[in-house]
């Protein structure tokens, strides 16, 4: 039997089903990556990792919360020292749990053209990817003394034949889809059909999809798979539609979406009986001047502010945090 295509959108069947104690769950992902100049073309050599010791306020802002956040680690950041110095004792304690992050360009070995199209890993040969993702996930390991079980695909890049490799390494959840997203139009996957509800992509249920969560917002919400991929040369359309109330595109994440955004897409993923509300966010953005969302002091207060909103409303509505760990645990396997 071929390895199940992660591109491709789940059967019915397929769903998975959560004991009935788990309820309803969020969990925070950080994209926990190098910093470089997102306005130029991608370069394997201009990058640096000067934002790791802002992971140290970022984890205890969470505890503070009871919340176990995943960061999700490439290997520029994976190999650097301060990694470990920084999450090492969170992540030995279960107040932290890492996962895999790939960004082809800048991780070993480096047989590809840099480019946009080679900037998803799945668009590279298999044998390729699979190297990349071997030495990183090694990288990891090695750095904090336990094997990954969660991957992100840097750029959301899953490939046909990703989730072969996923299995191979012991890999139990994928969390790069990105629900109503559509990266083809630089060569990446089309997400436009994936649903939000975690699925297993494989028939012995060893590997389960969690996407990101992103929702629509409006009375037109219901057609949100169908009026926005007709509008994604006028961004200006989705932004009148925006303004008029009628249909809102809300990812769950601190950049470029506001508080209010967020809490209205909050209270229609739980209304909707989401099982797992998927957060994330680049970790650059933990520090002033590295990401085009956090660009001073005032944004970075800004970025904890959504946090602790966001915290404060999830337990308001009874939805409590999870990590990989009890995700694993309480889906049924039956």
């Known amino acids: 039997m071929p390895a199940p295509n992660l591109l491709n959108p789940p059967e019915a069947a397929d769903f998975a089903i959560f004991s009935r104690e788990f309820g309803q769950r969020f969990i925070v992902t950080v994209d926990t990556e190098e910093e470089f100049d997102w306005d130029a073309p991608l370069n394997r050599d201009r990058h640096g990792v000067a934002t790791v010791p802002a992971l140290r306020k970022f984890q205890q802002f969470c505890e503070g919360f009871g919340v176990v956040p995943t960061y999700l680690i490439d290997y520029p950041v994976a190999k650097s020292a301060l990694t470990r110095e920084v999450l090492g004792e969170a992540v030995s304690s279960g107040r932290a749990e890492v996962g895999v992050q790939l960004h082809p360009w800048v991780n070993p070995p480096f047989d590809e053209e840099v480019n946009e199209f080679n900037s ?101 919400r219901q057609l949100g798979n169908v009026i926005y991929p007709q509008l994604w040369r006028a961004p200006t359309a989705r932004g009148v539609l925006a303004r008029a109330g009628l249909l809102e595109r809300i990812p769950m ?82």
Do not use: C
Request: no cysteine; proline share 8%.
């Open 253 to 334: 994440t601190p950049e470029g979406v506001t508080t209010d955004e967020a809490l209205r897409g909050v209270d229609i993923a739980i209304d909707e009986g989401l099982p797992v509300l998927v957060f994330s966010f680049h970790s650059p953005s933990l520090a002033p001047g590295h990401t085009p969302y956090v660009r001073t002091d005032e944004d970075l207060d800004a970025l904890y502010d959504w946090w602790r909103t966001l915290f404060a409303h999830l337990e308001r509505r009874g939805v409590k945090p999870t990590n990989v760990a009890q995700i694993m645990s309480s889906v049924e396997l039956a």
């Open 120 to 220: 998803y890993a799945g668009n590279l040969g298999f044998e390729l990817e699979r190297q990349k993702f071997l030495q990183l996930r090694d990288t990891i390991e090695a750095a904090f003394g336990t094997p990954p079980r969660i991957y992100r695909a840097g750029r959301y890049g899953l490939g046909p034949r990703t989730s072969e490799i996923l299995a191979e390494f012991g890999i139990a959840i994928d969390t790069s889809v990105r629900s109503h997203f559509d990266y083809s139009g630089n060569g990446g996957p089309n997400y436009r059909s994936h649903p939000l509800k975690p699925y297993w992509v494989d028939r012995e249920r060893r590997l389960l999809e969690l996407p990101l969560t992103t929702v629509y917002w409006g009375p037109l």
